[in-house]
């Protein structure tokens, strides 16, 4: 093509005709691959508005086409220089002005949430048959028998939500375990995870509600709330694909194929984001709260490490080192445990940096009482908490992949979309033409109207198909109410445990406490603050049993020292033992 141009211009001109046709065929080659950037980029632009579920904003223009070939070239040249030398500080400034977006811990958080469930589920399964079965410490069957005798059907029903109601034999307390358990695996494999949230919160209320005293420990409280949270966040739609409506199979197949979902294309539901960092941060507070103006002066002393550590539940071998430690390394350990409770947690409202630096300070700080103590699921609750203060921008190559892959997943979604829109206008230009001939002969109206009403047919069905991408934006301002609303309750009835915290130096109304008992019965907020009261002597409590009334034996507390002072203490977190820690 470029010679058959060079020697149709040779003949009649000399070299300026040549240089003249070359130039015109360089201008005609460079608009034919600007018209093919401009087309990518568009398809690249649309595919970017899918993924991010807006429409995105006009370009400035950078500049004119003007000029010859030769200012052209050079331009391209002093460009490409400009651009390579200044390459790394754009980046460098891109990555430092990028928002904040919170996919992959939002997607880690719900993981582990299951994961922290079906333990709980586990470590409960294995004692609640002593504990609460027919031939238990405390039978729940007849802890229900003697609710429903004192008052009535309805009234009881909302003292204890649970479903024991139904059925409170042994193979009924085995059956709901069973079930949370696999409820809290399906969540952790993101299999159908807003049912399985629920159903493991729901399973895990109806066990606390009717345990009695042994299921009265702060980790429970602590993990129900956050799964309320953890149910409205795995709630959240995901986000509109612009892909016809699927088939039902197709749903089910994606929906429980476990791991199936990427983190990117599921909606980042930011109040419920910081109604996690408020609870996260108001567990902490209320502790430190507790620790500093309770009727315990050991906190305000600086030393609580000094008896807590050999007096607390159930202690580690690593508690027991720490206890031969000098006092001054107790009273420094205490002073940094105060800190992190009290002044650090509050800059989990911050900035970005801010975010980071408490979220590090308090997974130190959990870890360290993970390592000190068994305290069931209530420190690993709180590490897995702790993920709402990290971004995506602290795992810059895992976030770059994972959103390339869903870029191309949403590019694919616009083909398809294309292909459908231009089916639907087709069918709608078919039957427009088919009315507007519909006088001028009998049979080919006839023909030609069963033509158009098949394609107008197949236009509706393809128009009704695209109606999946209007529902996910009607489910996302459902959500987004939802989670103010409940944002609005959480926040107004935390007014009652920072009172109660503070010995009624905040001030509630009585409507409000009226409200937060009502909350209270499904652990909707809670007071925390575990152990925080440090006793300076350890006491022992000696179960003993019996056969026959007559000879008694002590019955051994495996996870406890007791008097087997030759087996050092147990590490069993995040299991916990409730008669031990009971007693």
Not at 63 to 90: E, F, P
Not at 302 to 315: D, F, I, K, N, R
Not at 410 to 433: H, M, N, P, Y
Request: aromatic share 8%; proline share 5%; hydrophobic share 40%.
């Amino acid at each position: 093509m470029r010679e058959g141009a060079s020697e149709r211009a040779a003949p009649g001109a000399g070299p300026t005709a040549q240089s003249g046709a070359a130039a015109e065929h360089g201008g005609a080659e460079r608009e034919r691959t600007h018209e093919t950037s401009k087309r990518r980029s568009t398809g690249k632009r649309d595919s970017g508005e899918v993924l991010n579920g807006s429409k995105g904003k006009p370009r400035s223009k950078k500049g004119a086409h003007t000029g010859s070939s030769s200012s052209s070239s050079s331009s391209s040249s002093s460009s490409s220089s400009s651009s390579s030398s200044s390459s790394s500080s754009s980046s460098s400034s891109a990555s430092s002005s990028s928002p904040c977006t919170y996919y992959i811990s939002s997607f880690l958080l719900l993981r582990l949430m299951g994961v922290l469930f079906a333990v709980a589920f586990v470590s409960m399964w294995v004692q609640v048959h002593g504990l609460m079965g027919g031939h238990g410490i405390s039978p729940v069957s007849t802890h229900l028998e003697n609710t429903l005798a004192a008052m009535e059907w309805s009234e009881a029903l909302l003292q204890y939500p649970s479903v024991l109601w139904l059925s409170s034999s042994d193979l009924a307390l085995h059956c709901v375990c069973a079930c949370g358990v696999l409820a809290g695996l399906a969540l952790a494999l993101d299999v159908l995870p807003a049912l399985s949230a629920f159903v493991a919160w729901a399973l895990f209320l109806s066990l606390v509600t009717c345990g009695q005293e042994f299921t009265t420990h702060q980790a429970d409280h602590f993990l129900l709330e956050s799964g309320l949270l953890v149910v409205l966040l795995a709630c959240a739609p995901s986000r509109a694909r612009a892909t016809p409506k699927r088939s039902w199979g197709e749903c089910i197949v994606d929906s429980v194929t476990p791991l199936a979902r990427n983190p990117f294309t599921c909606t980042q539901s930011t109040v419920v984001l910081w109604l996690l960092r408020l609870l996260l941060v108001r567990s902490n507070l209320m502790r430190g709260l507790q620790q500093l103006l309770g009727s315990d002066p050991t906190w305000r002393n600086l030393v609580a490490l000094t008896y807590g550590l050999e007096s607390q539940p159930s202690p580690t071998v690593l508690a027991w080192y720490l206890h031969q430690m000098p006092p001054f390394v107790h009273q420094i350990l205490v002073f940094w445990i105060l800190t992190a409770q009290v002044g650090v947690g509050l800059l989990s409202f911050g900035p970005r940096l801010f975010r980071r630096c408490a979220g590090f300070y308090i997974a130190l700080l959990h870890c360290f009482y993970i390592l000190i103590g068994n305290y069931g699921t209530y420190h690993w609750n709180a590490l897995v908490l702790a993920l709402v203060l990290f971004d995506d921008q602290m795992l810059p190559r895992i976030a770059r992949l994972l959103r390339r892959v869903a870029l191309r997943t949403a590019r694919r979604d616009l083909e398809l979309t294309r292909t459908s829109k231009a089916a639907a206008a087709r069918g709608a230009a078919g039957a427009q033409s088919g009315a507007e001939s519909g006088g001028a002969d009998e049979g080919a109206t006839h023909s030609s109207g069963g033509s158009a009403r098949q394609r107008a047919s197949s236009g509706k069905r393809a128009g009704a198909k695209l109606s999946a991408f209007v529902a996910d934006s009607y489910a996302q301002a459902w959500h987004m109410r939802a989670s103010i609303l409940l944002a609005l309750l959480i926040v107004v009835l935390s007014l009652v445990p920072i009172s109660v915290v503070t010995h009624q130096l905040v001030p509630v109304p009585a409507p409000i406490v009226d409200a937060y008992r009502i909350a209270y019965r499904f652990k909707v907020v809670n007071i925390y603050g575990p152990f925080h009261r440090i006793h300076k002597e350890r006491q022992e409590l000696i179960v003993q049993g019996s056969a026959d009334a007559q000879h008694w034996v002590d019955f051994d507390n495996r996870y406890k020292p007791d008097s087997h002072l030759s087996r050092p203490p147990a590490f069993v977190s995040p299991h916990i033992s409730r008669v031990c820690a009971r007693s």
